[in-house]
T-cell receptor
Framework: DADVTQTPRNRITKTGKRIMLECSQTKGHDRMYWYRQDPGLGLRLIYY???????NKGEISDGYSVSRQAQAKFSLSLESAIPNQTALYFC????????????FGEGSRLTVL | AQKITQTQPGMFVQEKEAVTLDCTYDTSDQSYGLFWYKQPSSGEMIFLIYQGSYDEQNATEGRYSLNFQKARKSANLVISASQLGDSAMYFC???????????????FGKGTKLSVKP
C-alpha cells in the first residue's frame, strides 16, 4: 500500500457542487500539504499543516478549505466547485527532521464541468 | 519572495547521452534547500536529489547530480547516460530553511519536459 493515499483518484463533478479530497498517510510525518498542478504552471501550494492544531494558507487558498482530522489525515474541500478548479491535486507529507523532502500521494484528478 | 525559474519547457536527448536541466532560483535567505522531482506520464512525483545551501560538494544520487553554483543561484540537474525511462517532467523546487523543521515550504518551478530518443 502507498504511504500517502489520496481518494478519490479521479472525480468529475458539476459547477456548484461540494467536493472533498481526502489524504491519509502511514509515514508518521507531522507535516502535510495540498498542492495543485496545472499544465505549464508547476505545483502551487494551497494549504499546509505543520501539526494537528496548525493550519496555514498557501499561495492559492481562495475557494478551498482544509481539515486536519488527525496526524495522519488531511482533507481538502471545495465548497462550491468552479471549472477553473479543474486540476490535478496532490497531497504530500514531510518530516520536520532531515532535509524535509516531500512525499507525494498519487494525485487526485478533478474535473469540474 | 522566493522564486524558481526553469527556462526549458521541453528538451530532447539521445539515449545514453548526458543532459542538463536548468534551474535558477532567487532568495534573500542564506539557508535554503534545493530539490529535484521527476513526474513520469503516470503522474506520481518522485524525489530525486537534494542540495543544501551550505553543502560544498555537489549532490549526487546514482545517475543524477546537481550542479550547484551558489553565486549564480543555479541548481541544474545533470542526468548521465539517459535512458528511455527518464522521459518525464522534471521539477526544481526550493525551500527557505535548510531542514525539514524550518518554516519555509517547497516552491516549485514550472517544470521541464524531457524526452529521451532511442
Amino acid at each position: 500500500d502507498a504511504d500517502v493515499t489520496q481518494t478519490p483518484r479521479n472525480r468529475i463533478t458539476k459547477t456548484g457542487k461540494r467536493i472533498m479530497l481526502e489524504c491519509s498517510q502511514t509515514k508518521g510525518h507531522d507535516r502535510m500539504y495540498w498542492y495543485r498542478q496545472d499544465p505549464g504552471l508547476g505545483l502551487r501550494l494551497i494549504y499546509y499543516s505543520f501539526d494537528v492544531k496548525d493550519i496555514n494558507k498557501g499561495e492559492i487558498s481562495d475557494g478551498y478549505s482544509v481539515s486536519r482530522q488527525a496526524q495522519a489525515k488531511f482533507s481538502l474541500s471545495l465548497e462550491s466547485a468552479i471549472p477553473n478548479q479543474t486540476a490535478l491535486y496532490f497531497c504530500a507529507t514531510s518530516d520536520s527532521g532531515n532535509t524535509g523532502e516531500l512525499f507525494f500521494g498519487e494525485g487526485s484528478r478533478l474535473t469540474v464541468l | 519572495a522566493q522564486k524558481i525559474t526553469q527556462t526549458q519547457p521541453g528538451m530532447f536527448v539521445q539515449e545514453k547521452e548526458a543532459v542538463t536541466l536548468d534551474c535558477t532560483y532567487d532568495t534573500s535567505d542564506q539557508s535554503y534547500g534545493l530539490f529535484w522531482y521527476k513526474q513520469p506520464s503516470s503522474g506520481e512525483m518522485i524525489f530525486l536529489i537534494y542540495q543544501g545551501s551550505y553543502d560544498e560538494q555537489n549532490a549526487t544520487e546514482g545517475r543524477y547530480s546537481l550542479n550547484f553554483q551558489k553565486a549564480r543561484k543555479s541548481a541544474n540537474l545533470v542526468i548521465s547516460a539517459s535512458q528511455l525511462g527518464d522521459s518525464a517532467m522534471y521539477f526544481c523546487a526550493m525551500r527557505e530553511g535548510l531542514y525539514g523543521g524550518s518554516q519555509g515550504n517547497l516552491i516549485f518551478g514550472k517544470g521541464t519536459k524531457l524526452s529521451v530518443k532511442p
